[in-house]
């Protein structure tokens, strides 16, 4: 998997496009956190489920189906604190910060693939170009050589891409409002 603070940060770049004015920081808050969550899998690790169930790590918990309730659902949850004409915009940015964990797992170079169609199936999928280094489950690991490779390759592969995602957004939104 990769690492929790950048499946946070990709998904928050992602919504620096997505989410609508009102209630950006909500929206870009609410898109990180939630792009983590996927990740509540990993308990299951401690407790002795099998990787390969459909609770296992990058089981359910990563599928498109569990982004799209999820997604749905945290917007349900944020509708009274967003205009109303904002609705459909925040639940387009949560249900792709929660799509964007698995397709970012799937990049990876390690651990199981992502059951992307569970509940219906529980193959394991992983794209042809795995170029970002697996981050392991838990905090042993992430310190001394194997901690900098990957650190080195979630900053190259998916910070670095985050920041010009979102930087691009601040750009086009900062000359389409002196435009208008």
Request: aromatic share 8%.
């Amino acid at each position: 998997m990769a690492s929790a603070p950048s499946h946070a940060a990709f998904a928050v770049a992602l919504g620096a496009w997505l989410a609508p004015d009102a209630p950006r920081r909500r929206s870009l808050v609410a898109a990180g956190l939630l792009a983590m969550l996927p990740d509540i899998d990993a308990v299951g690790y401690w407790l002795g489920v099998p990787t390969s169930a459909l609770l296992g790590h990058r089981g359910l918990t990563h599928s498109i189906a569990f982004a799209v309730v999820a997604g749905l659902v945290a917007a349900f949850l944020m509708r009274r604190r967003v205009p109303e004409q904002a609705g459909s915009r925040v639940a387009l940015c949560l249900v792709a910060a929660l799509l964007s964990h698995g397709l970012l797992d799937a990049c990876t170079d390690g651990g199981p693939g992502v059951a992307f169609f569970a509940p219906f199936s529980n193959a394991r999928y992983f794209f042809p170009f795995r170029p970002i280094a697996v981050s392991p489950i838990g905090v042993e690991g992430v310190l001394g050589e194997r901690g900098l490779r990957i650190f080195l390759s979630e900053a190259r592969w998916i910070l670095l891409p985050a920041a010009l995602l979102a930087g691009s957004a601040m750009l086009w939104r900062s000359r389409t409002r002196s435009a208008g």
